[in-house]
């Protein structure tokens, strides 16, 4: 029954008290704010370096920044991010599934590099170069930016999978 989607999922007065998924992310935002502001570490701002801890700093130092305009930035840095790794994610998994034999080639190169369970640091992955040609492929292929990545090719060229 149409007429039922205007009364249940587009009603304008029940939209007022849905919850979107922004909400959730803003959520964690002032959480992780307010983390910092009472953590020791974060008051003083000498522990971490990170994005938020720099924009606490400015807001300290400025007493023309509201309050709210650490969790706007961050905010505004995850929507920003979120786009384009999930642009290079997409391609990622597209192609190691259209590709078995790449998809076995990074299974056992995973298997092989004895990583932690059950989310390896990335210390531990950065170093492993199949995994770091398949993003880099990826990001090729698929950039999330207007400008195309070109491959580098040494001079007399370079074999790709035997061609």
Known sequence: MPWLDMW???NPFLMRFR????MAILGIVQKAVQERLNDDKGSKLGGSRDMLAHYLAIQQSNSSVPEWAPQAWVMSNIVAGSDSVGTVMQTFAYNLLANPRSTSTLISELRSASLSDPFPAYSEVRNLPYIDACVNEALR??????????R???EGGVTVSGV
């Open 141 to 150: 292929l698929h950039p999330p930016f207007c400008l195309p990545l070109e």
């Open 152 to 154: 580098i090719v040494p």
């Open 8 to 10: 249940i999922n587009k």
């Open 19 to 22: 919850k979107t998924p922004g």
